[in-house]
């Protein structure tokens, strides 16, 4: 580097996506945003978060119910239920949701839908649902 100064160029390849509202997101090649379908669900993260808040709650004895709990956070009871059964989840599935690597086609109204207690029941459930 002798004399003038010298323009040094960098090229770092990255993808721009819309989201929701308008908002645009900047997604470098290998994050995990940039797995297209099975990128993280912030509407599935969320539920997933907010029900284990929830349980949390409940065995700490802040609410003796369920009708309680959904009184104090201003939202039907029905809904705090069947958000509360995502705490059976296997941990590996809550794990996956959180790292964005869910199944394909897993989505928070697909999982307020009844679904085995049992883990490996569970992951051949989701398994199943996924190929079809």
């Known amino acids: 580097m002798t004399g003038a100064a010298q323009m040094l160029t960098v090229r770092v390849p990255l993808a721009v996506r819309k989201q929701r509202g308008g908002r645009k997101l900047m997604i470098a ?3 995990p945003a940039n797995r297209g379908a099975s990128a993280s669900d912030t509407t599935l993260v969320k539920a997933v978060a907010r029900a284990f808040r929830w349980r949390r709650m409940m ?36 794990a996956a949701i959180l790292d964005g690597q869910q199944a394909d086609g897993m989505t928070l109204p ?19 649902k996924t190929t079809a």
């Open 59 to 94: 065995e700490a004895g802040r609410y003796g119910t369920i009708n309680e709990l959904a009184a104090a956070e201003k939202i039907n009871s029905s809904y705090v239920s069947r958000l509360l059964r995502l705490t059976l989840l296997a941990p590996d599935i809550v």
């Open 29 to 31: 090649p290998n994050s």
């Open 110 to 128: 697909g999982l307020m839908e009844p679904f085995p207690v049992e883990w490996a029941s569970q992951r051949l459930n989701i398994e199943g």
